[in-house]
């Protein structure tokens, strides 16, 4: 990741209604859900919530899915990984103990949920 794609997903996460549906959609898993879903959850109006989750879609962190009439939105694992990789790969100048075990973290991800 390069510091635009970088600046471009912190960009859009720095919204509260965007915050919410992202991290809304990492717990749901790779099915995702449906738009109108993720808004009522988070009790944001359908049109507003589908401006928000076109943001993070355009950012590379949340993918969609057509069917139907509906859209699916899902969280992108491999550019949400890449993302804190790109915010801990210098990680405290060279002194990772600092940071703790953030590769646990990364790890924690199981491959039927994380793909």
């Known amino acids: 990741m390069d510091d635009d794609n970088a ?6 996460l720095a919204h509260i209604d965007r915050l919410s549906a992202f991290r809304l959609l990492v717990k ?24 928000h989750l076109t943001a993070l879609e355009r950012s590379g962190l949340v993918r ?15 550019a949400m990984r890449e993302l804190l990789a790109f915010l801990t790969e210098d990680c405290c100048g060279g002194r990772p103990e600092i940071c703790g075990d953030l590769s646990a973290l990364l790890g924690a ?3 039927e949920v994380c793909q």
């Open 109 to 111: 991800c199981s491959k």
């Open 64 to 78: 969609s899915r057509r069917a139907g009439r509906h859209i699916f939105y899902a969280a992108n694992y491999g």
């Open 7 to 12: 600046v471009a997903a912190l960009a859009a």
């Open 28 to 51: 749901t898993g790779s099915n995702g859900l449906a738009s109108g879903e993720i808004a009522d959850r988070l009790a944001i109006p359908a049109t507003r919530m589908s401006f």
